[in-house]
C-alpha cells in the first residue's frame, strides 16, 4: 500500500480481555516502531524492531505487552488483560533502510488504532 | 538514556504573529533532533530534523530550528503564523550515529488566532 496501515481504527473492548493490534507497514520498509498516545501526553515508546536483529522492548510497560513481526513485515501488538489505564491511541510507524546498515529517522506513521477499555 | 522537554503543552499566537516552540533534549551521545507536526485527524508527519553539519535547519512550511549543544535545545520557530499552522508539535531525539529510537516530547498544542 501507499502509506503504513494499522487496524482496527478503533477497538472497544471491556477490561480483562485480550486484543490485538495489527500493523502493515510501507513494503521495503526494515524498521518498524510501536507507539502509544495517551489523552494529553506524549508519545509514548513501545517497541522497535528493526530487520533480523533482536527488537528493542524497553518501552513496554509490563508483561501484558507483546508483539512480534513476521516475516519482517506485518507486525501485531498484543495486549493481555487489558486495564482501564491501556486505553490510549496505539500508533505505528515504519521507516527505510539507509547504507551501512542504519535505518532513516524519517517515520512513516499510520493513522493509529484508538483503544477504549471499559 | 535520553530525553526531550517541551516547554508548554499549549501556545496561543496571533495569526501573522512569530511562533516559538520550546525544545530541550538530554542525550549522552551527540543526537539526532526532530520535530514532527500532527494536523488535526492526520498521522505525524516530518517537520524536519538535524542530524550533522549545519545547525540551522529548515523544514517544510517555513519552519525552521537551530540546535545548540551549549543549551542542549532545538526549538522550533516561524516568523509568521497561519491558521494552518494550528496543529500539535512534537520534538523528537534519537541516538544519533549510535541508534534509531526516537523519543518524543509531551508535545504542544498549537492554536493559532485570527
Known amino acids: 500500500g501507499a502509506g503504513v496501515s494499522q487496524s482496527p481504527s478503533n477497538k472497544v473492548t471491556e477490561k480483562g480481555k485480550d486484543v490485538e493490534l495489527r500493523c502493515d507497514p510501507i513494503?521495503?520498509?526494515?524498521?518498524l516502531y510501536w507507539y502509544r498516545q495517551s489523552l494529553g501526553q506524549g508519545l509514548e515508546f513501545l517497541i522497535y524492531f528493526q530487520g533480523n536483529s533482536a527488537p528493542d522492548k524497553s518501552g513496554l510497560p509490563s508483561d501484558r505487552f507483546s508483539a512480534e513481526r513476521t516475516g519482517g513485515s506485518v507486525s501485531t501488538l498484543t495486549i493481555q488483560r487489558t486495564q482501564q489505564e491501556d486505553s490510549a491511541v496505539y500508533l505505528c510507524?515504519?521507516?527505510?533502510?539507509?547504507?551501512?546498515?542504519?535505518?532513516?529517522?524519517?517515520?512513516?506513521f499510520g493513522s493509529g488504532t484508538q483503544l477504549s477499555v471499559l | 538514556a535520553q530525553s526531550v522537554t517541551q516547554l508548554g503543552s499549549h501556545v496561543s499566537v496571533s495569526e501573522g504573529a512569530l511562533v516559538l516552540l520550546r525544545c530541550n533534549y538530554s542525550s549522552s551521545v551527540p543526537p539526532y533532533l526532530f520535530w514532527y507536526v500532527q494536523y488535526p485527524n492526520q498521522g505525524l508527519q516530518l517537520l524536519l530534523k538535524?542530524?550533522?553539519?549545519?545547525?540551522l535547519v529548515k523544514g517544510i512550511n517555513g519552519f525552521e530550528a537551530e540546535f545548540k549543544k551549549s543549551e542542549t535545545s532545538f526549538h522550533l520557530t516561524k516568523p509568521s503564523a497561519h491558521m494552518s499552522d494550528a496543529a500539535e508539535y512534537f520534538c523528537a531525539v534519537s541516538e544519533g550515529a549510535a541508534g534509531n529510537k526516537l523519543t518524543f516530547g509531551g508535545g504542544t498544542r498549537v492554536l493559532v488566532k485570527p
Open positions: 538535524y542530524t550533522t553539519g549545519a545547525t
Open positions: 513494503s521495503g520498509h526494515t524498521a
Open positions: 510507524a515504519s521507516s527505510p533502510a539507509l547504507n551501512r546498515g542504519r535505518v532513516d529517522e524519517k517515520l512513516f
